[in-house]
């Protein structure tokens, strides 16, 4: 299977989950969690779709209760990440990270790293998330 076959299973996977059915989004994020450790990180657009299977698929274990799975896809995704020089996610994954972290020193330091990563992206919207997540707790 080639790397636009999973991102087809991950972008119908989003599909069953934004319908609210989570057992057919699983099937398919299920898919993409089992193929990620074999699809190629040679280009650079490589690793952008790797990194967003990982995030995506690492977002909807979250959603479902499965922290451990979703532990590990979103480190998987930071590897990349760090190992690649891409930033762009970074602010994301560290964000959920937080969300799912229940150690409160950890939770602050993944925030923060989050903020830092959303402010070198300019990215607002995640701001205010990880504001209003702040404020919430």
């Known amino acids: ?12 996977g989003i599909a069953y989950q934004n319908n609210h059915e989570p057992d057919k989004a699983k099937y ?6 089992q193929a990620l450790p074999s699809l190629s990180l040679e280009t650079t657009a490589s ?3 790797v990194v967003n299977l990982a995030y995506y698929t690492g977002n909807f274990y979250a959603e479902i209760g499965e922290n451990a799975i979703s532990e590990r896809l979103l480190a998987y995704a930071i590897k990349i990440c760090a ?3 891409v930033t762009f996610y970074v602010a994301k994954i560290k964000f959920l990270q937080a969300r799912l972290s229940t150690d409160a020193q950890q939770v602050q330091d993944l925030l923060n790293d989050a903020t830092a990563f959303a402010r070198i ?8 998330k990880i504001t209003n997540y702040s404020n919430s707790r």
């Open 1 to 12: 299977a080639t790397i636009y076959t999973q991102l087809a299973y991950c972008g119908t």
């Open 28 to 33: 398919y994020f299920e898919k993409v969690r």
């Open 83 to 85: 190992e690649s020089h």
């Open 121 to 128: 992206n300019n990215n607002q919207q995640l701001l205010k």
């Open 47 to 49: 690793v952008w779709r």
